[in-house]
């Protein structure tokens, strides 16, 4: 019995913990929203339906089968948000806060969670990062959430108006793409009807970047004025987030500029912030200001790219991450001059980084291959519509073309799992569920084959 107990203790590693954590928590979700307590209608949402939205909101996604605004009640749209909150800051950020506020000890095997989970090389200050997370998550949110309801008291009751503000500062926080204005605009509206306001967009774009450069990135900047300086990975998720989000705004600008269906039909200055909303927001956000469906094909091509890339280590967002295509990027321009080394910033990159890099990348792009070749059977949809889908389903972004609603079982089985491979990250998975890796003695002689 005893060697049972620790063979089971020794099989739980940290990437099976985080798995089973996040697949506890889906679950809960689901059962709750099933209620007919959840369901404005007062009866029960089918199980697929509610599994697919607990999972969309646990994996910070924002794919939705039923309008948020609309179909749910109070009860259900809080059961959502906190789903929200605890999968954007983690299940064992929330209970280490428990932990923390009841003063007990964080054991090593809990801390061996967090790194996993935070994406940090080293248990080293774990815990003072989870209080530091803490504090950024609740300053910035409520920061917003009073600035969003502030603005919509103009458009709404004052006490529905502070509810949007605390709902929508999650949401958007968290890079979830969830939002309520179904009841106000219509179902499935999203924030088109303030394409141009300068406040909501403003406010909506820094929770959204905020959230997608990581706490590692905000505590470096929070501590730059007494340090003077920021470590090499803020540097890069600092660059390739501004040069992303200023690429994708031109790209959208010039290819939407006479689409009387998006930007077309808007004047100069909406027409800037509608590209650079949607240019930042496929950075896992799922948030959109124009009909993503009415876009051009080069345009919402274009999106799956910046889907795929995602956000920041470390982060409320999904996607393969900034400093993965930072190190693919810096790969091929190695490669190009003649260097054997990766140099970024003066910086030497070390060689697990990058077969980590290429590894992450190309299981990533395994699965959204599969699954949208999949659903190409399952699905009478177009081969970009469930290709910019799937993509958005495993970086955990939540802009849709317009097919989730449509979606049979099969999809959505499969689109959940995506968003649950897309949270937790497709190596993590792969840790969890494959065998233990043993150390090898011995190494294999070298040998060479032609490339290119």
């Not at 798995?19 to 979700?29: N, S, T």
């Not at 500029?257 to 930042?280: D, I």
Request: aromatic fraction near 10%; proline fraction near 3%.
């Amino acid at each position: 019995m005893k060697g049972t107990k620790k063979a089971i203790r020794f099989n739980l590693t940290p990437a099976r913990v985080l798995v089973a954590g996040f697949a506890a928590i889906v679950l809960l979700g689901a059962f709750l929203l099933m209620l007919p307590i959840s369901n404005a209608k007062g009866v029960p949402l089918p199980f697929l339906d509610a599994l697919f939205t607990s999972t969309s909101a646990t994996c910070v996604t924002g794919l939705v089968v039923v309008d948020t605004g609309t179909h749910f009640t109070v009860f259900g749209q809080v059961v959502i948000m906190l789903l929200i909150q605890i999968g954007g800051l983690g299940f064992m950020t929330m209970a280490t806060l428990f932990a923390l506020a009841l003063k007990k000890k964080i054991s090593l095997k809990e801390r061996l969670i967090l790194q996993e989970a935070l994406n940090q090389g080293s248990m080293e200050g774990i815990v003072r990062l989870i209080r530091k997370v803490i504090l950024f998550a609740v300053c910035i949110e409520g920061v917003a959430a009073v600035l969003f309801s502030v603005r919509w008291a103009f458009d709404l009751p004052l006490g529905k108006a502070i509810y949007f503000g605390i709902f929508h500062a999650v949401s958007l926080f968290n890079n979830a793409g969830f939002d309520l204005f179904g009841s106000v605009s219509g179902p499935f509206t999203s924030l088109t009807s303030y394409a141009g306001d300068p406040v909501i967009n403003m406010v909506a774009m820094l929770l959204i970047i905020l959230g997608g450069i990581g706490f590692i990135v905000l505590s470096d900047l929070v501590d730059y004025k007494r340090s003077r300086k920021l470590s090499l990975h803020s540097k890069i998720v600092l660059t390739m987030t501004g040069l992303l989000i200023v690429l994708g705004t031109i790209v959208i600008f010039i290819f939407e500029f006479t689409n009387t269906r998006t930007l077309g039909s808007l004047t100069g200055w909406e027409k800037f912030w509608a590209s650079l909303f949607q240019s930042v927001s496929p950075r896992t956000a799922g948030a959109n200001t124009i009909d993503i469906g009415a876009m051009r094909q080069a345009s919402q091509f274009f999106m799956i790219i910046l889907m795929f890339i995602g956000a920041s280590p470390g982060s409320t967002g999904g996607g393969i991450k900034t400093t993965t295509f930072a190190i693919l990027v810096g790969a091929v321009l190695a490669m190009i001059r003649g260097k054997e080394d990766i140099v970024i910033y003066r910086y030497r990159l070390a060689k697990d980084r990058i077969f980590k890099a290429v590894t992450l990348t190309l299981l990533s792009l395994f699965l959204v291959i599969i699954v949208s070749m999949i659903l190409s059977t399952t699905e009478d949809h177009s081969f970009l519509m469930i290709l910019f889908e799937t993509t958005s389903a495993f970086g955990t972004v939540g802009l849709t073309m317009g097919l989730t609603t449509d979606l049979s079982d099969i999809g959505k089985v499969l689109l959940s799992l995506t968003m649950f491979a897309g949270r937790l990250g497709p190596l993590t998975l792969a840790y969890a569920l494959g065998p233990k890796n043993e150390r090898e003695l011995y190494r294999h002689p070298e040998g060479k084959i032609t490339i290119g």
